[in-house]
């Protein structure tokens, strides 16, 4: 018999943490997957690839990725929480009580390492990289995925900045870098933006800001010296093929994140661009019992304080599910069928698939 538990975390970034923390701390023993290096990113998630944080409240001089990871760590086992380092590749969420595998202990085994009545997916989202070269070599020093994260820093400080994107979250980044910079240069390698229309009307006004419709960047340039800073990016026009190097100090990737959800793909509702799909204000997936935490389910904000809060929420929402479980509430499966929630895309649909709400 697998090992069970009332609740069990997928994911170990801010969001699976925090509910760990409160979880832990309702005496509900939960277990938390810390993952091995789960979508090539360490226990901790996105934040240990990071340097500093200068927008997670509570630090007033800033605090490092991965101390910050560190110590939420550290805050989950103080109250209890079982923390495994091992990354789950396979889940069964329509039994129940819910089956977890492991990767290395028991991938293919017909038993799961685990069994739980409720589950919280915190597994998180990468963003998108362009392997451009030079693009290792200047990471972090001044090439970042995170304009909100990273805009402020003083490298960026009225100098001539680029992004790279023409959606929605390039709009509003280019936007935000012209507090910062001396100008803000949009990369846009089609001949139209995909934001949408307020979005583009807003970033084609700023008069900080120059768009280059159908340009690709080639390389980056910069300082030879050992953590030497990008000074320069090399672009090319895709319909001349004519190339030319801009001055960029500070190059910003808005080009999609990739969301963590090809563990339950099939099994819980996601949108089209793989995105869990949760009942808006809550962590309801449309799965009783399953709850979605952190940048999984939040294509919009992305940062450590939302990704906390929506771990914050799970964890209640869980607790609350778990105690009517106890209680044996008989509807629980006939109002879960009863209306099964529609995916389509941006907009979360207004649905009752959890008969808690
Ligand atoms: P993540 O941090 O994405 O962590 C999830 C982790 O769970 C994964 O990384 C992996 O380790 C683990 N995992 C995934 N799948 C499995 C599995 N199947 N089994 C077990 N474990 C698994 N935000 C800010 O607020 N301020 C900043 O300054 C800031 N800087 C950033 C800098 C960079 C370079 C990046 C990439 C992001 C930055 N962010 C910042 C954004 C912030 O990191 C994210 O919003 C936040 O980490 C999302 O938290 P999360 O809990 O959803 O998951
Ligand atoms: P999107 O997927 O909407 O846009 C990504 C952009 O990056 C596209 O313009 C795409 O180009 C471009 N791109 C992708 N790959 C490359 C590449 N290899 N080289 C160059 N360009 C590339 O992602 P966003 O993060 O912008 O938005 C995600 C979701 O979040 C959207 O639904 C958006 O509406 C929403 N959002 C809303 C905000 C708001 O309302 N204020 C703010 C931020 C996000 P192409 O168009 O050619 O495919």
Same mark, same amino acid.
């Given at each position: 018999m697998a090992p069970h538990t009332k609740v069990a975390i997928i994911g170990s970034g801010p969001a699976g943490h925090t509910a760990a923390i409160y979880l832990s701390r309702a005496e509900l023993k939960p277990v938390l997957?810390?993952?091995?290096?789960?979508g090539g990113t360490a226990?901790?998630? %996105? /934040?240990?690839? &990071? +340097? $500093?944080?200068?927008?997670?409240?509570?630090f007033a001089k800033g605090i490092g990725g991965s101390e910050l990871m560190d110590e939420m760590r550290a805050q989950s086992l103080r109250f209890g929480t079982e923390i495994i +380092?091992?990354?789950?590749?396979?889940? $069964?969420?329509?039994?129940?009580p819910f089956r977890l595998w492991r990767e290395y202990e028991?991938?293919?085994?017909?038993?799961?390492?685990h069994t739980a009545d409720a589950v919280i997916i915190a597994t998180g989202a990468n963003a998108r990289r362009l392997?451009?070269?030079g693009e290792d070599k200047y990471w972090q020093n001044g090439i970042s995925a995170c304009a909100v994260c990273d805009?402020?820093?003083?490298?960026?400080?009225n100098k001539p900045l680029v992004v790279i994107g023409g959606g929605d979250s390039a709009a509003e980044e280019a936007i935000f870098l012209t507090k910062y910079g001396s100008h803000v240069t949009v990369l846009v390698?089609?001949?139209?933006?995909?934001?949408?229309k307020t979005m583009a009307k807003r970033l084609l006004a700023n008069p900080k800001v120059t768009v280059k419709f159908n340009h690709v960047a080639v390389q980056v340039q910069g300082e030879?010296?050992?953590r030497g800073l990008m000074t320069h990016l090399r672009v090319k026009?895709?319909? &001349?093929?004519a190339e030319e190097v801009l001055e960029a100090n500070g190059l910003f990737y808005a080009v999609g994140h990739d969301p963590a959800t090809a563990l339950i793909k099939g099994q819980v509702d996601t949108d089209d661009e793989g995105y869990i799909v949760t009942k808006p204000g809550t962590?309801? +997936?449309? /799965?009783?019992g399953v709850f979605a935490a952190g940048d999984v389910q939040d294509?919009?904000?992305? %940062?450590a304080i939302t990704s906390a809060g929506s771990g914050c929420m799970a964890a209640l929402e869980a607790e609350k599910y778990l105690a009517d479980l106890e209680d044996d509430e008989p509807t629980l499966d006939k109002e879960q069928d009863a209306k099964k929630p529609e995916s389509n895309g941006d907009t979360a649909p207004e649905y009752r698939s959890n008969p808690l709400l």
């Open positions: 997957y810390e993952g091995m290096l789960a226990a901790g998630g %996105q /934040l240990t690839t &990071t +340097t $500093d944080i200068e927008n997670y409240p509570g +380092t091992e990354t789950i590749t396979r889940v $069964d969420l329509k039994s129940k028991d991938a293919d085994a017909d038993e799961p390492a392997d451009l070269p805009g402020a820093v003083p490298i960026f400080r390698r089609k001949d139209k933006l995909r934001a949408s030879e010296k050992a026009n895709t319909v &001349t093929n962590s309801y +997936t449309s /799965l009783p294509k919009r904000y992305r %940062q």
